[in-house]
């Protein structure tokens, strides 16, 4: 990032969302010199984004454990039990999609509150539902909330952090998402016995009250503000987030990139130019969950149970620990290597070792015969055993690759005039793929058995590796604008794909 950091301190996208490092320098700004950031705002800019992390992190995880005690009070069949588990990345998805134009048009912090809003009624409505289908209305609107935020709330941040925070905050995004797993986990944890899937589901209405009151005191986006001719604020905004530093030529450089992003629009992002980039996000985008994360985080505990752990209580204890835990150390592993070793060889070791471990697990549920997912085996088992240490050896290997660096590559890929749109269509279709698994898994597994449908996930992985070698290239240390020519110099992709 320090070269990136040290060059840029604009602006960001044309209305889609995050950007984690800057693009000033595409339209020719003068050197920014680095500075200290002292400014309070900033600091509760990242209490913003993490909070937004926690919520998509903890609607994530929290449904894995609350699943049967909402089987058991509402005697729902595998169908709607799928419907319940994965319409809140419905929901997300369309979050996601309208989120981009509705933060261009109420503004990046106003549209943070209207998810945190959304997200809390729907938390309520899931908490008092008095049947299935009023707790399924519940989700969608939890799952739009998120979908709303998750674009939003790193838009806001990327455009109030100076550029040489901006690769961070993404991580800090990511890190607050496992974290939110986590924090879901445990609540499922302590919640196991006694059906309180009720508590479980309506606590996540505290992080949307403390992202609101997080919010409320501080100013939108100066990238905003100049999109909607507020000069007066967008400089009152940047001298919040950096006191005692000249702006002028911060402002001038959004103010220039604004009248470039003009340019831009849908026709731009499908243009031929830019198809490889887009293919290659949208790609990626894709695989992060065909190669089965989710499948995992939701279905945990009945994972646990097909695998000999029979109590519900040591379904939430392996759960916990062997996901959730894992999955946040993991992802610090990401944040101290990807600048250092590059996106490639972590994302080619990470999808080797997820497809691996994702060829055991399977193996073990053909040796375990025919059980099926929510039908435990009597008492843990040796198979349960290594089913849980490949587990941990999948989550691991994805929180240190697919996970943050899937999420890094789309962001730096695209040239900034197109970068918002591209981005939200990147982001769409991970939420469709995200969709896509959660709603299929049970019937998957039902059809093709756990062992087949973790060879599938396995497959993918496989097709994660060949393309990454064949087609991703490197852009570790390479700023914004190198990346953007690399596209046009076909000489240039093929030495940064091998670059031996
Ligand atoms: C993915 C999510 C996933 C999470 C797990 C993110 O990068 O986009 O779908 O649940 O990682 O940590």
Redesign the pocket.
Known sequence: MGEIDARLEAGTDGGGVTVPSGSGGTIGTPEAPRRRVTGIYLLAVGVVIMLAGLLF?YD?GVISGALTGIQKQFSVGTFLLEVITSWVTLGAMAGALVAGSLADRLGRRLTIVVAAVLFIAGALIEALAPGAYVLVVGRLLVGFGVGVASVAAPLYAAELAPARLRGRMVSLY?LA??IG?FAAYFADYLLTDGNRWRVMLGISAIPGVLLVLAIVPLPDSPRWYVKVGRHEQAKGALQKVEPGVDVTDELQTMEDLNAKEAAGGWRAVFAPAWRRPLVTAITLAVL??FTG??AI?YYADKIFAAAGFASPASQSLATLWAIGAV?VVA?FGAVAWVDRFGRRPLLLIGSAGMGVSLIVVGAMFERMGTASAGHAPSGATTNGTITLVALIVFIAS??FSL??V??TIINEVFPSHIRGRAVAVATAA?WFA?WLVAQFFLSLVDLITEAGTFWLFAGFCAVTFIFVRRFVPETKGKSLEEVEVLWGDPSAIRRAISPH
Request: proline fraction near 5%.
């Open positions: 992190g994530q990511q998402i496992t797993i992060q969950q994360i989710n985080i999955n992802t994805f929180a996970g943050p899937v999420w991970n995200a």
